[in-house]
């Protein structure tokens, strides 16, 4: 039984004497407090390192901002709210009512109302403080019994603030098989905003996430560091203002851009949650809170280990038939895959989907191509040894499609019946509408009832909605439409976890553009890139596991010269690269050579040994992509230390001595390990010392040299703790 531990304090300013009390919301190494002042505002006194003894701390003068800054307030910085009230005024100010705190084993909840003064208008502010994590979330609930409705035009989900001599932001930037690109940059007075606009498909410019450094540029392993991300997979706005006092205040949420929200008298209006750690050693540690919160909180079944997949679209694209995804699977299987997938292009009959140019929305197997159906491939792959899994792009429709002839009401589509602007020859069905998520949910729930033994689905999405219009929602209401469609997809992901718990689901949008803690709650995994290169592949793993973690990071060994960059790079370079992640494969087994068929079959059985450390054991950063120097390296560590994994990559080439000299990290100190090269393409090591035993202190502390000097070369060890005789 769950042992239960309940605090549960509720305070009022019906008491006496309870002015300048403090909120003290913390994990094992932060503390968030916010002070009630004598006024009844809750402003934040504190966020950073956990404070054991607050003693003194509610005397002092505050500098932050309120903990929900809102129009009206008497300030003129950024606000996290502004209401037009049923009466028409747009001030509110917002006064402490009560707050209560309970805590259940790990998580610690905290939520304090908040009144507006005049108005029956209410905002209470939520916090789930994970002790082990070291990660609080962040949301908001708006109410009201106002007599008629109120209109919201911001409403963010945190507002948090710092008082430093400089601030250094990190941010996640890129484009289609460019993304999670680091930028790294020092504020200067005035407002940085990160921020997306498009609808669907939103992280593959910018993330909804950040890391920022107090003082000094961020360091992997000192310094203080805040790393923040929303847990929403639809438009997003960050704010980072750096004010005339050098205090920097984060405002975080949904985007209110072309978003203003009617709420009726009554009814609530519930913010995605902003997810938040403070590191002080720097960035590092941040991502391992970030990732060992997600792992248990965030990620469906993140304590289950990834099987390795081979997905048919770098290999076949849209030209297959059975024959040709059979050889596919005889290949797959011989080398030890686990999954099979079936990627774009198995449906539609009137309009087949034989190119991106038709079809979508016909989610019926196409005749032509595959007479005997899906189960024929199902039983074979199952024959095999491995499991099927499917792609679908269920919120998306092609004009030339019966769907589209059939439903046109059920497409986003601008208003006064302008020009529908084509993406990939697609348009996008309103989410927004209960009708078009029932359809979207039947699409994949018909599918996994009619073949139960689909055990994967890669949910993909390749467009933006630039058709801003819904002829769903009301004229007045055309403004919810970016909320309400977001909406939409999380609930027909959530209806479909409910219901298919142990359905793989994969989260997909041309890529990377959908790598956030919105859609991670619901999906197993998502799909970095579309870009394979590795050396590519480096910089976006780099990126993207400062935030998310590597168990979800679906990397794909495809061929070369790679598709996108035709780069020529070894198998073995190739696999080095993907086994830092959810390790995969996407080409066609029967173009690999023996000698490399060999190689393969080799690498995913070490995959199997050493993804238990991949996937549930910490990641640390040691030598960076974007260093003049040309490596890249990383470690892994398992939660008991004995194991580890250490990977090296060299993307450019070395002079005989340059440094290509690595210190691990995250080993304990007093252990001895057994050093071993794995993955080998010749009998030589990279290493002088290859099976010998090293103390965890001298790998961490004096670091080993490794003799990578060429251009895409690799090397992989195993640290496995042994006792010396
Ligand atoms: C975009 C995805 O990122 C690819 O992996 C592939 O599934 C194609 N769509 C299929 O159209």
């Known amino acids: 039984m769950k042992k239960i531990f309940v605090l549960f304090i509720v305070c009022s300013f019906m008491q006496n004497n309870v002015f300048a009390q403090l909120i003290h919301i913390s994990t094992q190494e932060n503390s968030l407090i916010f002070q009630i002042t004598k006024h009844k505002k809750v402003v934040q006194s504190h966020y950073g390192k956990f404070l054991k003894n607050t003693q003194g701390l509610e005397n002092m003068i505050l500098v932050y901002n309120e903990a929900y800054p809102s129009f009206g307030n008497g300030q003129n910085d950024e606000v996290a709210l502004l209401v037009n009230h049923d009466d028409g005024s747009m001030a509110t100010d917002l006064f402490y009512l009560s707050h209560q705190q309970k805590k259940d084993d790990n ?37 009201h019994n106002e007599k008629k409705e109120v209109n919201l035009s911001q409403f963010a989900s945190s507002a948090i603030g710092f008082k430093a001599t400089n601030y250094y932001l ?27 606009k498009r609808g669907v498909r939103t992280t593959e410019y910018e993330n909804p996430s950040f890391m920022l450094s107090l003082d000094a540029l961020a360091q992997e392993n000192s310094g203080e560091v805040i790393a923040g991300a929303l847990a929403w997979s639809g438009n997003f706005r960050f704010s980072f203002q750096v004010d005339d006092k050098a205090r920097c205040q984060i405002i975080s949420g949904i985007n209110p851009f072309a978003s203003t929200y009617y709420l009726p008298s009554g009814e609530q209006f519930e913010t995605p949650k ?105 039983d074979y792959t199952t024959s095999k040894g491995m499991r099927f899994g499917i792609w679908v792009e269920p919120e998306m429709v092609n004009p030339k499609s019966e769907l589209a002839k059939k439903h046109p009401e059920w497409i986003l589509q601008r208003q006064n019946n302008r020009k529908k602007l084509l993406e990939r020859n697609q348009l ?69 976890e409910k219901k298919y718990a142990s359905t793989i689901f994969q989260a997909c949008a041309s890529g990377g553009g959908r790598v956030d803690f919105g859609s991670m709650k619901h999906t197993h995994e998502f799909w970095a890139s579309d870009d394979t290169d590795p050396y590519e592949r480096l910089f976006i793993q780099w990126g993207t596991n400062h935030i998310y973690p590597p168990i979800a990071t679906a990397a794909h060994v495809t061929k070369s010269p790679n598709h996108q960059t035709k780069r020529e790079t070894s198998l073995k370079f190739r696999f080095d690269v993907a086994m830092a992640g959810r390790l995969g494969m996407e080409l066609r087994p029967d173009n690999l050579d023996e000698e490399e068929v060999e190689f393969a079959k080799k690498a995913i059985a070490l995959y199997k040994d050493i993804r238990p450390i991949v996937q549930f054991g910490d990641l640390y950063r040691l030598l960076s992509p974007y ?67 090293v103390s965890g202190e001298v790998l961490m502390n004096r670091g080993i040299w490794i003799n990578l000097r060429k251009p895409l070369q690799s090397a992989i060890f195993k640290i496995t703790e042994t006792k010396p005789n």
């Open 627 to 693: 260093d003049d120097d040309g490596y890249a390296a990383i470690n892994y560590v398992s939660r008991t230390k004995k194991d580890a994994l250490l990977m090296v990559y060299s993307h450019t080439h070395h002079r005989r001595y340059e440094r290509n000299f690595v210190k691990m990290q995250g080993l304990d100190p007093t252990l001895v390990y057994k050093v071993e090269e794995i993955n080998k393409d010749s009998k030589k090591s990279h290493i002088s010392f290859n099976n010998q035993l």
């Open 274 to 378: 902003m997810i938040l750690t403070y590191s002080d050693k720097g960035k590092n540690k941040a991502s391992i809170n970030l990732h060992r919160w997600a792992k248990k909180y965030n990620l469906r079944a993140g304590n289950e280990l990834r099987p390795i997949v081979l997905n048919s679209w770098e290999g076949a694209y849209f030209k297959f038939d059975a024959v040709k995804l059979k050889s596919m699977m005889d290949g797959a299987a011989e080398m030890g895959v686990e999954v099979f997938v079936l990627d774009d292009g198995w449906f539609g009959n009137k309009y087949p989907r034989n190119n991106a140019k038709a079809g979508l929305g016909d989610w019926q197997v196409n005749q032509k191509k595959l007479p005997k159906g899906l189960d024929d491939l199902i």
């Open 170 to 196: 990190s941010h996640f930037y890129g484009s289609h098989s460019k993304e999670m690109m680091l930028s790294e940059e020092r504020l200067t007075n005035g407002i940085k905003i990160l921020e997306t």
């Open 428 to 496: 996008l069905l309103d989410l927004s509408n209960p009708k078009v998520q029932d359809f979207v949910f039947n699409v994949v729930d018909n599918l996994l009832k009619k073949h139960p033994k689909i055990a994967y689905v890669k949910w993909d999405a390749n467009r933006h909605i630039q058709n801003f219009g819904s002829t769903y929602l009301s004229a007045k209401k055309q403004s919810h439409l970016f909320i309400n469609d977001t909406r939409g997809l999380e609930n027909v992901l959530k209806r479909l």
């Open 107 to 143: 998580i610690q909840t905290t939520v304090i109302h908040l009144k507006d003064e005049k108005k029956a208008f209410y905002v209470d502010l939520y916090f789930e403080a994970y002790a082990n994590e070291n990660v609080i979330e962040q949301w908001v609930t708006i109410h």
